[in-house]
T-cell receptor
Framework: KQEVTQIPAALSVPEGENLVLNCSFTDSAIYNLQWFRQDPGKGLTSLLLIQSSQREQTSGRLNASLDKSSGRSTLYIAASQPGDSATYLCAAIGRDSNYQLIWGAGTKLIIKP | NAGVMQNPRHLVRRRGQEARLRCSPMKGHSHVYWYRQLPEEGLKFMVYLQKENIIDESGMPKERFSAEFPKEGPSILRIQQVVRGDSAAYFC???FGTGYEQYFGPGTRLTVT
């Protein structure tokens, strides 16, 4: 059964720093992995989706990598800004189905001005 | 293109009342998924529907919860005789097909008083 873990649960860094958020999954036979952003009391914004055949995806200052053999994905944020403050969620679709997203608990990121 | 729409955005119900949450998928999408986010918890899959069919309801509570996606109109998540533990954010997503990227709506925040 697929399980998704995100560490740390919370992270606070000064503005301008580059940072990495971690996501691990127990079943390496994933279908795809997706990173989302959630602002307090708001909906989910999809940031990047990595198919199982891909190793990374980039969008602006964001870069997500996928290493199925180690069961890990990372979200790299370059030159962080206060507007990046949010909770970042990763979700994987695993072997059991090709549609059911299994979610991590999220990393709450605070960028200090 | 309009995204996934959910209404209402906020819903307050007293214990014992019924809650009806609506989800209109993106244009061209015929697959709908419902997820629930309990306070201070991660998101959990509830149900996967295609037009007029429930494909997987393994995440739905056995009692009081039902979902439908009729041939015409939005998908409906119905909660009968709500209890305080039903208070949560309910998110709907849609996709073009099984295994395709899921696009999320803004969510409905249900509060049971």
């Amino acid at each position: 059964k697929q399980e998704v873990t995100q560490i740390p649960a919370a992270l606070s860094v000064p503005e301008g720093e580059n940072l990495v958020l971690n996501c691990s999954f127990t079943d390496s036979a994933i279908y795809n992995l997706q990173w989302f952003r959630q602002d307090p009391g708001k909906g989910l914004t999809s940031l990047l989706l990595i198919q199982s055949s891909q190793r990374e995806q980039t969008s602006g200052r964001l870069n997500a990598s996928l290493d199925k053999s180690s069961g890990r994905s990372t979200l790299y944020i370059a030159a962080s800004q206060p507007g990046d403050s949010a909770t970042y969620l990763c979700a994987a679709i695993g072997r059991d189905s090709n549609y059911q997203l299994i979610w991590g608990a999220g990393t709450k990121l605070i960028i200090k001005p | 293109n309009a995204g996934v729409m959910q209404n209402p955005r906020h819903l307050v119900r007293r214990r014992g009342q019924e809650a009806r949450l609506r989800c209109s998928p993106m244009k061209g999408h015929s697959h709908v998924y419902w997820y629930r986010q309990l306070p201070e918890e991660g998101l959990k899959f509830m149900v996967y529907l295609q037009k007029e069919n429930i494909i997987d309801e393994s995440g739905m509570p056995k009692e009081r919860f039902s979902a439908e996606f009729p041939k015409e109109g939005p998908s409906i998540l119905r909660i009968q005789q709500v209890v305080r533990g039903d208070s949560a954010a309910y998110f709907c997503a849609s996709s073009f097909g099984t295994g395709y990227e899921q696009y999320f709506g803004p969510g409905t925040r249900l509060t049971v008083t």
